[in-house]
């Protein structure tokens, strides 16, 4: 078993920066996948960056220049740097890792972009 649990969520003004931490436990290591999604309301849960054990990543197109995902496999962590926050960023954001090809999920974490 994984578990994920995201913080550092909240609310911020438009332009503004948050940066999301996850910690994961269990059985998980350094070489598996993490990423970030994240779900607006009344819309589907879409990827919004990702990372491998390598430390190669991928990133929506909606946040590319903006947001920055990385990695410390000493702590089991993962970040999200989000810069040049935009309402349309408003979502609940969930951390995510592939371990054995299953995807685990934290709890996710509220993000409202909003003056």
């Known amino acids: 078993q994984v578990q994920l649990v995201e913080s550092g969520g909240g609310l911020v003004q438009p332009g503004g920066s948050l940066r999301l931490s996850c910690i994961a436990s269990?059985?998980?290591?350094?070489?598996?996948?993490m990423g970030w999604y994240r779900q607006a309301p009344g819309k589907q849960r879409e990827l919004v960056a990702g990372?491998?054990?390598?430390?190669?990543?991928n990133y929506a197109d909606s946040v590319k220049g903006r947001f920055t995902i990385s990695r410390d496999n000493t702590k089991n962590a993962v970040y999200l740097q989000m810069n040049s926050l935009k309402p349309e960023d408003t979502a609940v954001y969930y951390c995510?890792?592939?371990?054995?090809?299953?995807?685990?999920w934290g709890q996710g974490t509220q993000v409202t972009v909003s003056s």
């Open positions: 269990g059985r998980i290591f350094s070489g598996n996948a």
């Open positions: 990372i491998t054990g390598g430390g190669s990543t």
């Open positions: 995510t890792a592939v371990v054995r090809y299953i995807n685990y």
